[in-house]
């Protein structure tokens, strides 16, 4: 059986990072593309970037786009929250399981 959502996702979170997902250099590149630079340290906000292999909770509609350019990265159901469903079907998420 599967455990889904328990990632927790503030009412305050705008962005909606609901989706748990292991990056893959692919959408990390496609990511920056889209203004949103995942790979490079930002000291600022004490963030030192991700890599391919990394676990992170990424927009949803972020990771919804991601389908549509074929780079969508695989998801950690057990890692994700409910609020991903206000955006991606259930069965979508499903279908791009993480499965390592």
């Known amino acids: ?34 203004g949103n630079d995942l790979i490079s340290p930002n000291p600022l906000y004490d963030f030192a970037g991700l890599k391919a292999g990394d676990k992170w909770c990424l927009c949803a509609i972020r990771w919804y786009h991601a389908i549509a350019a074929n780079v969508a990265p695989p998801v950690v159901l057990e890692a994700t929250n409910q609020k991903a469903l206000d955006i991606i079907p259930l069965e979508v998420l499903k279908a791009h399981q993480y499965t390592g």
């Open 1 to 34: 059986m599967i455990r889904v959502f328990t990632q927790s996702v503030p009412d305050s979170d705008f962005g909606n990072h609901s989706v748990c997902a292991i990056m893959t250099d692919e959408f990390l590149q496609f990511s920056k593309a889209q």
